[in-house]
């Protein structure tokens, strides 16, 4: 191979391995990167999951193809196109300041909009320079293209899969709810109310605060149906609040034996309740932002 062919062949690689640290990255803070997308009010949860692991699929199909000169021709005007599309993206969230973080490594490395859009350019060079290369020539190939598309699909779906897939049914106990309402008479007032039982330190409780509060941030309700019942300190809770950027209007702190005897060890858990009495039961996995729509909108 001449050295100019691996020079450009070198630049290609680069911009596949950025392309696979970029869905590794999206990948190990995936919830996050979910709740982000939902958070601009585009799609559904359950949509805004499937697109994501579509594009950890396609992030990472890529830039394996990019790397192994694997169809390399084809990676890279599809890889290119895909740059565009993230800039348009990148220039609509720095519009409208969406978000100090565009999450395009995850959490891990926190990037602004304008950033970005230099680290696009850059990648876009790079493809550039590699675009006339030709194409690893093996009669495997199409085989070889087989078991890359299968990885990354197991990958993106399989190694954690979207919101609303294996959703399990949650309990709670009766008995010592019931317990909960004579030491809070209010949970057995006329109407609709939301009590979710969250723990400071539980990841998934951060999660589905989130949720809870964007479904009904998108309601635009002038009242707080959420009654908080959270185990921790205040110390803790106020940094829950921050990480989550809820603004609870009712929360108490219960006994950690009482609060798990209640939620049957679910964490978190989450009640919809009518004029006291339990109509539906969720928890992170089966959070359904349709359900607390219609509960809190009828």
């Known amino acids: 191979m001449p050295s100019k062919t691996k020079i450009l062949f070198f630049c290609r690689s680069v911009a596949g391995v950025m392309f696979i640290v970029s869905a590794v990255l999206k990948f190990l803070s995936v919830d996050s990167f979910e709740l982000f997308i939902y958070g601009l009010d585009w799609f559904s949860l359950s949509v805004s999951s499937f697109l994501v692991r579509a594009l950890l699929f396609t992030e990472m199909s890529l830039g394996v193809c990019l790397v192994t000169g694997l169809y390399g021709k084809l990676a890279s005007r599809l890889s290119a196109a895909l740059l565009i599309f993230f800039s348009v ?39 550039f320079l590699g675009w006339n290369l030709e194409d690893w020539k093996s009669r495997w190939r199409p085989a070889l293209l087989a078991v890359v598309l299968v990885g990354s699909l197991f990958f993106a779906f399989v190694l954690k899969a979207p919101y609303g897939f294996g959703m399990k049914s949650v309990g709670y106990s009766s008995d010592d709810f019931e317990k909960l309402t004579i030491q809070y008479p209010e949970l057995k007032q006329e109407g609709r109310q939301i009590l979710a039982f969250v723990s400071t330190g539980c990841k998934h409780c951060k999660m589905a605060a989130r949720k809870l509060d964007i479904t009904l941030r998108r309601t635009q309700l002038q009242d707080d149906p ?7 300190d205040s110390v803790r809770f106020q940094k829950f609040l ?13 006994p950690a034996s009482f609060f798990l005897k209640i939620t049957n060890g679910t964490l978190p858990l989450i009640l919809l309740t009518e004029d006291g009495n339990v109509s539906k039961v969720m928890s992170n996995a089966t959070f359904n932002e349709n359900d607390i729509v219609e509960f809190v909108k009828e």
């Open 242 to 254: 921050e990480e989550t950027e809820v603004d609870p209007h009712r929360y108490d702190f219960i």
């Open 89 to 127: 993206y990148l220039i609509y969230l720095a519009i409208t300041g969406k978000s100090d973080n565009c999450h395009c490594f995850g959490d891990f490395v926190e990037m602004k909009p304008l950033v970005s859009m230099a680290k696009n350019l850059l990648l876009g060079l790079l493809l």
């Open 226 to 232: 959420v009654h908080w019942f959270v185990i921790g």
